[in-house]
């Protein structure tokens, strides 16, 4: 049985930090590097594979990092809670918009994971994000995984 060493919360943070970090980095480095591996990818199934296998990593390291920060923030004081959540959500959701497509795709397929961070937030606070983000992404235009989380910060 592996023993966890606690975390703190803004450890847990800064960890989803690192990780977010780390997959914009893969993504950028990802690139085809000749006009063969441009066609190759252009007519395979999948894509880059490259692309590929660091959205699959990111997935779960972002798993891993985003589940330990809620559980951290399950012991924190509320406004701690609140402020903490907050930051985890100007990372996952305001961030820099990438002039890369493949990066900015793969930064906003991710975004419905901060649904996570909810319920830290109060009623007035979801819906400050709500107006936000739907400023930043018209509901037009949001992706369905986007428009189900600007539905649920909305609802209050």
Not at 48 to 74: C, I
Request: with cysteine.
């Amino acid at each position: 049985m592996e023993e966890h060493t606690p975390v703190s919360a803004p450890q847990a943070l800064e960890d989803l930090e690192v990780c977010y970090r780390d997959f914009i980095e893969k993504l950028k480095k990802s690139k085809a590097s000749s006009v063969g591996e441009v066609m190759g990818n252009f007519f395979r199934s999948q894509g880059n594979p490259r692309v590929s296998y660091a959205v699959e990593e990111f997935d779960a390291a972002m798993t891993e990092r985003l589940t330990t920060l809620t559980a951290v923030l399950e012991t924190c004081p509320a406004e701690e809670a609140c402020r903490l959540a907050v930051q985890a959500l100007e990372l996952m959701l305001f961030y820099p918009v990438p002039k890369d497509n493949t990066v900015a795709f793969s930064l906003s397929a991710f975004e419905g994971r901060a649904m996570a961070l909810l319920p830290f937030l109060p009623p007035d606070k979801q819906r400050e994000i709500a107006s936000r983000y739907a400023r930043r992404t018209t509901p037009r235009q949001m992706l369905p995984n986007q428009k189900k989380l600007w539905k649920a910060l909305s609802q209050f």
